[in-house]
Each structure stands twice: as C-alpha cells, then as structure tokens.
C-alpha cells in the first residue's frame, strides 16, 4: 500500500492530508504558472511552469542561493514544460548552462538540489536526467499521480522525501557534461570566438545531443493519458482528482476551425471578422463539451490528426467557462477508446472561480 492510498476514503483540503496522530502531509504538484517559492521544511520549489519560463526562476533562484547556499532546491519541470525542453539540442544547452551558473552561485556548496520530471515521459525525461546526474544532480520521476515532492509534518519536525523512483546513472557518464563545464569554468571571461571555447562548446553540443537522439527517435510519450487510465481504475475518485490537477498543466489538443495563418499553437486565437471554433461533443447522458485530447502527438499517430492546435489545459478550462452554453470539457485519452468529461462545475473550482 502506498503512502497516499490508506487515505483515499477522507476528503482533505487540496495538496493537504490530516493523518494520524498530529502529522499533517503536504504534497508539491507541478503547476501551470512559473514560482519559486519556500516550502514549510525549508526546502526552496523553483517550478518553470507549463511554458518553462526558465529567466524569472533561476533569477530567483540563483538570489535565494547567494543570500543562502545550504538551500535545498527541488527543480520541478513539468508535463508540459519537459516536451519544449527537449524539443531543441541548443536550447536545451542553453538551459543547462544556466541551470550550471546558478548552482554555482552556491560558491564550493553545489550540491543539495535534486529536479522531479514527470513520470511515464520515457526517453526525453531519462535524457535531462541523465545530463543532471552528469552534473551531480540527483533526478527523480514524479508519482503517478502527479506529486513532485511530499513533506510530512510531525510533533517532532518535518520530514522530506521524493514520492517517485529515483534516476541512478552510471559513474563512467558523468565525467563527460561536468569536465566541459569545469573547463569552460576556468575559462570564463574568454571570448566564445577563443578556440577553446569553441571546441569545448562542440563537445557539449555532442554529449546533448548523444543523450536527445534515443528521444527523437521514441514514440511520443503519454503521461496525461496513463494518468486517465489509472483514474478509470479507481472507483474511490482519488486518481481522478490527480487527473483533473494534471490537466491544468498539460497540453492538450483541440479541434479548432477558423485559425488565421501561423495559429497552430498556445490558446485560440481569431483575426478580425473571423471567429474561431472550438469542436464540441455530447456525452453519453447528453451534455455538450468542448473535445480535447491528451498527449496530442501520441493521440494523432494513433488515431487521427483533427486534433490540429495544443493549448494548455489551465486556458481551455478557462476558455470553456467563457461559453454560457459549454457544461465542460471531454478529454480523450491517447492510449485507448475511453474518455474523461471534467464538468463545468468542477473546471470552476479548479480555477478558483465562483
């Protein structure tokens, strides 16, 4: 039994749990919207959001970790933020040359961070884990459900820990990513013209893009859609709850008509005199919603591809609220011929709004 599952009968506060004996337990998920913010254990939560807004995060960060270098960091990349992270060998790079500058704002004390990506991502999360773990930085999958990071409250304290498995690499790759690093260190201040900077930056290119190619190459992974199959397994409503918070930081895909030229991406949007729709479908009992799918490239490689523009969730739930005459949103799922229907009413609540 799971450290959640003995308490899936009690209807808890969202991302509390009261358990026995004074202990309260607080769980971290992955959201839409970019923070770093302090955790009751201490423990700093830098989250880049869907969009993976990395400038404001490791700006706040890398001031938290001047002001405090024994600060431990949990780095949250998230179900939709992972995809735009690995879609391009310069920009992951780039990122990761950042996220190096910031640590070591530490000063000598760089290690006590650890970053949680999103469970069931195949090959693209093992290949940011595995450039981590090259720079000493202890990876972790999220649960199932979603959580990144748990602190469980006692009398006696706080205590931490990551609720999915751990990424373990071998010692033989992590000589390759932190010695480039440690050299262009020594070199800080050349010119990015100095030809040994030029060679140590070709050979960073080609240890990145050594660890994306086994991802390019991996079928499209389906994080949002096994979510959806666990929730249809469990007639206690806790892993559809998971399911609904998910959402919200995912992309998903829709069938949208009426798009001017170049709007194949993020929310809807119309040109002048020409609106744009949003396909919709009735439920079983007779209720119409707006159609998404999840994990829309796995979704248009097995089904079809009408699914033709991702917006993330948190702005379709919004936007469906935005329709007096939508009662929700049906989510496909990407993996099989089942679908979720998340009422208007509950799209609401998850919003905050009355």
Known sequence: MGLFDRFREQKPPPGMVEVPEGHEVHVVHPSPHPHVSAAVSGAWIADFGARLESGAVFDAAERRLREAPETMVVWIIGPAALPLLTADAERLAAWLRRFHAVRRARGPQVRGDVAVLPAGAGAQARAVMALLWALDVGSHESARDGAAFVEVRRPDGVVVGMPGPAFTGDAEARGGLRAVYAQLDALEGAPETDAAVQALRAREMRIIRQHLSPAAG????????????????????????????????SRVGVIASGLPDGGESGEPRSAAGSPVG?????????RVMVLACADRDAFVQKFHARFNVEVLGSELAAMALRLPDCEGILVNSAVSLHSIAIPRARLAELLGQP
């Open 278 to 286: 949003l396909a919709r479908a009735a439920t079983p009992d007779g």
């Open 218 to 249: 991996a079928p499209p992974s389906t994080p949002l859609s096994d979510l959806m199959t666990q929730a249809l397994e469990d007639p206690s409503g806790v892993r559809t709850q998971a399911f609904h918070r998910a959402f919200l930081a």
